[in-house]
């Protein structure tokens, strides 16, 4: 909003008058509502904010008012104060403590309705940015009233997930608030919740979490890994535990082993008993459903992308190894199981990982070369490359899945050979037309490009009879991910129209 309309505006509509009609009962339908949406486009302004810390004492009344819309209002003024603050201000963080804020803010998220308790815990994580908020948010003294903690032993099962979800969010700023959560104690609230209740929707609600906790790229120096990685095993093994539990618990151990750097403080034997759990759920009545194979394919998966885990996912049992290598290739298996099971074995052969790391040891590489041709002379294409034809030749997902484990595999040289061996394998991936997807285009020219940076390093590019193999994956590589010149023209689509 233009400077100049905004003091238009609070010159015909000064703040006291707004102020003064919040608190005045009327029967007009929607002028609270309105009232509200005009403050709030006010004080997201810089100049709005700079007005915020003379009226203080109103902003106090209004945390303390009956209605939710004003509540809510409130907040979010004291998020504007915090986000548009002038450097020649005085601190918003002193302006808080000095009014009493902080502590209705706490009140809010466990005793207001979802929208206002929302509010609340956003504000707060806007003031967890300032340095200086530290010793408010984080008090030294663990029997404080506004210590976290003490906040959710007093608080209903919502209410601790309320509190529990404010936790993440901290959590989440920066490396140095992390650090402030988990020297507070705050982690170990989450373990505690999942292990002291029963409640599946307690603890469902506790594993998004978890998830939310993954996400961040500085969880796993904080996050206690190796007794997670215990609960989660505990969860997935568990033979009364909801399908639903063990497919979240899956899913976010996957997104955890999958960190590089989380191995320096994990124990392994930890992580290969989750894989056993994971590889024992397979055969598990309840895992024939098709989301739930998936999303334990597609955890092993994750967790055998990072190459210091590749002996205990693909190594170390057979059931892992069937699970992966043998599932892609068997046609009585439903499509949607056979493309997880492609993903997942383009993720432990390295297609994630830098080109450099994507070779691993030798007698794991030896693991992988034989499990493919057993698995592959097992099968009706008896050949590698048979097989890998086979799924070029199938649906655009598997495909998709095939170009990504193609371009892994093909850093090794019996990878490279095997897909050399078949001049339609090369056609496949040359041809700009075979996609029309933007995502399956570039997994097709990703997976050319690699076959190609392969032959350049090995010794077919000397084979005179390689000659035209090495000459088409060139001209394809130098045309890029998209169509071909030839077909770049514009594509007129004609079709029925839409009824009214």
């Known amino acids: 909003v233009p400077l100049r309309s905004q003091l238009e505006f609070l010159d015909r509509f000064p703040l006291p008058v707004i102020f003064n009609a919040l608190q005045t009962e009327t029967d007009i339908p929607g002028f609270e509502t309105t009232l509200v949406t005009c403050l709030e486009r006010v004080f997201?302004?810089?100049?709005?904010?700079?007005?915020?810390?003379?009226?203080?004492?109103?902003?106090?009344a209004g945390l303390k008012a009956d209605s939710a819309v004003v509540k809510s209002l409130a907040c979010k003024t004291v998020t504007c104060l915090l986000e548009n603050?002038?450097?020649?201000?005085?601190?918003?963080?002193?302006?808080?403590?000095?009014?009493?804020?902080?502590?209705?803010?706490?009140?809010?998220?466990?005793?207001?309705?979802?929208?206002?308790?929302?509010?609340?815990?956003?504000?707060?994580?806007?003031?967890?940015?300032?340095?200086?908020?530290?010793?408010?948010?984080?008090?030294a003294d663990t029997n404080d009233a506004?210590?976290?903690?003490?906040?959710?032993?007093?608080?209903?099962?919502?209410?601790?997930?309320?509190?529990?979800?404010?936790?993440?969010?901290?959590?989440?700023?920066?490396?140095?608030?992390?650090?402030?959560?988990?020297?507070?104690?705050?982690?170990d609230l989450l373990e505690a919740e999942m292990k002291g209740t029963k409640d599946t929707l307690v603890i469902l609600n506790v594993l998004e979490l978890y998830y939310e906790l993954m996400e961040v790229e500085h969880s796993s120096e904080f996050v206690p890994q190796t007794s997670?990685?215990?609960?989660?095993?505990?969860?997935?093994?568990?033979?009364?535990?909801?399908?639903f539990l063990k497919l979240r618990a899956m899913m976010i151990s996957g997104r955890l082993l999958s960190r590089e750097n989380i191995y320096n403080t994990v124990d392994e034997a930890?992580?290969?008993?989750?894989?056993?759990?994971?590889?024992?759920s397979l055969e598990s009545p309840e895992m024939n459903d098709t989301d739930a194979h998936e999303a334990a394919l597609d955890a092993l998966g994750q967790i055998g992308s990072r190459k210091l885990m590749w002996r205990s996912t693909f190594c170390a049992t057979t059931k892992t190894q069937t699970s992966v290598t043998g599932t892609f290739c068997q046609p009585i298996t439903k499509k949607e199981r056979r493309v997880a099971a492609l993903h997942a074995l383009a993720y432990i052969a390295g297609e994630t990982?830098?080109?450099?790391?994507?070779?691993?040891?030798?007698?794991a590489e030896e693991n992988l070369r034989c499990l493919i041709y057993d698995v592959a002379a097992q099968s009706t294409k008896l050949t590698p490359s048979g097989l890998f034809l086979s799924v070029l030749q199938q649906s655009s997902e598997m495909r998709l899945a095939g170009y990504r484990t193609l371009a892994a595999l093909v850093a090794r040289p019996w990878g490279l050979m095997e897909i050399l061996s078949k001049e339609e394998i090369i056609n496949i991936v040359t041809d700009a037309t075979t996609e029309t997807a933007k995502i399956a285009m570039e997994a097709r020219y990703n997976c050319c490009k690699a076959i190609h940076e392969a032959f350049l390093c090995s010794n077919?590019?000397?084979?005179?009879?390689?000659?035209?193999?090495?000459?088409?994956?060139?001209?394809?590589?130098?045309?890029?991910?998209?169509?071909s010149k030839k077909y770049r023209e514009a594509r007129p689509e004609v079709m029925m129209a839409e009824g009214f």
């Open 353 to 363: 990982r830098p080109k450099s790391s994507r070779i691993v040891d030798e007698k």
């Open 228 to 243: 997670l990685i215990q609960m989660f095993s505990s969860i997935i093994s568990g033979t009364s535990v909801d399908l």
């Open 460 to 483: 077919f590019v000397d084979d005179p009879r390689r000659l035209k193999t090495g000459e088409k994956l060139q001209e394809a590589v130098r045309s890029g991910p998209y169509m």
């Open 146 to 187: 506004t210590h976290l903690g003490n906040l959710a032993a007093r608080s209903s099962s919502l209410a601790r997930v309320r509190v529990l979800s404010l936790i993440v969010k901290l959590f989440t700023i920066s490396p140095h608030v992390a650090s402030a959560v988990k020297n507070s104690g705050l982690l």
């Open 44 to 60: 997201k302004t810089k100049y709005g904010a700079s007005l915020i810390p003379h009226y203080m004492p109103v902003l106090q």
């Open 85 to 139: 603050r002038d450097a020649n201000d005085v601190s918003p963080v002193q302006l808080i403590v000095s009014n009493g804020i902080y502590p209705l803010l706490l009140e809010y998220i466990i005793k207001s309705d979802d929208e206002v308790a929302n509010a609340a815990s956003e504000t707060i994580k806007s003031l967890a940015r300032f340095p200086d908020a530290m010793s408010v948010i984080f008090p």
């Open 270 to 280: 930890c992580v290969k008993a989750l894989i056993s759990a994971i590889d024992a």
